[in-house]
């Protein structure tokens, strides 16, 4: 069984630059997390999608940011435009239902100049 | 109002020894789950253990177990038998257990070095 795979690892932009991070979940799983750690502070949570629909996206910083996941399957988060205090590493998790465990990916380090 | 506590910034054991990360939190919600994540240099964050709130007993897998002391709010992580590969960053990380709301809330992490 394929891990959650995120696209791409690493992006350096300049400030007022979009950019869209991509997150594949592991096949199956119908929640889907974004998070977020900046330099020096705690993984924060994003927002949660079950299948197509935010059930939650109470983390999103501001509307700059844009959470997409059309069909249920991938999703997409789009920071438009970015500013510095963007930069850092953002984490896509997924799960089953009713399953305690969130599998993350590897991240997407992010570096606004 | 900060939920998970690392209070070790990082640690450092010999091979072969155990060691304990220590993890506290805090909720009022009688429901809820406790986590272990390890991050090792190469970023991804690997899951390690789950306690849940009502479990009777401590939580163990494979050379990991979780001290969970409910009254204390605490839910220290015990590595066994420390292997150098044991070396990454370890995040703590809890869910409130309020209808559908699954999101984690994370500690500062703990950073381990295992020596030779």
């Known amino acids: 069984e394929a891990g959650v795979t995120q696209f791409p690892s690493h992006s350096v932009i300049e400030k007022g630059q979009t950019v869209t991070l991509r997150c594949d979940p592991i096949?199956?799983?119908?929640?889907l997390y974004w998070y977020r750690r900046v330099m020096g502070k705690e993984i924060k949570f994003l927002l949660h999608?079950?299948?197509?629909?935010?059930?939650?996206e109470s983390g999103m910083p501001n509307n700059r940011f844009l959470a997409e996941r059309t069909g249920g399957t991938y999703s997409t988060l789009k920071v438009q435009p970015a500013e510095l205090e963007d930069s850092g590493v953002y984490f896509c998790?997924?799960?089953?239902?009713?399953?305690?465990?969130?599998?993350f990916g590897p991240g997407t380090r992010l570096t606004v100049t | 109002a900060q939920k998970i506590t690392q209070t070790q910034p990082g640690m450092f054991v010999q091979e072969k020894e155990a060691v304990t990360l220590d993890c506290t939190y805090d909720?009022?919600?009688?429901?809820?789950?406790l986590f272990w994540y390890k991050q090792p240099s190469s970023g991804e964050m690997i899951f390690l253990i789950y306690q849940g709130s009502y479990d009777q007993q401590n939580a163990t897998e494979g050379r990991y177990s979780l001290n969970f002391q409910k009254a204390r709010k605490s839910a220290n992580l015990v590595i066994s038998a420390s292997q150098l590969g044991d070396s990454a960053m370890y995040f703590c990380?809890?869910?409130?257990?309020?209808?559908?709301?699954?999101?984690?809330?994370f500690g500062k992490g703990t950073l381990l070095t295992v020596n030779p």
């Open positions: 990380a809890m869910r409130e257990s309020r209808g559908s709301n699954y999101k984690l809330t």
């Open positions: 909720t009022s919600d009688p429901s809820y789950g």
């Open positions: 998790a997924s799960s089953r239902t009713g399953i305690h465990e969130q599998y």
């Open positions: 999608f079950v299948k197509e629909s935010k059930q939650d």
């Open positions: 096949s199956g799983h119908d929640n």
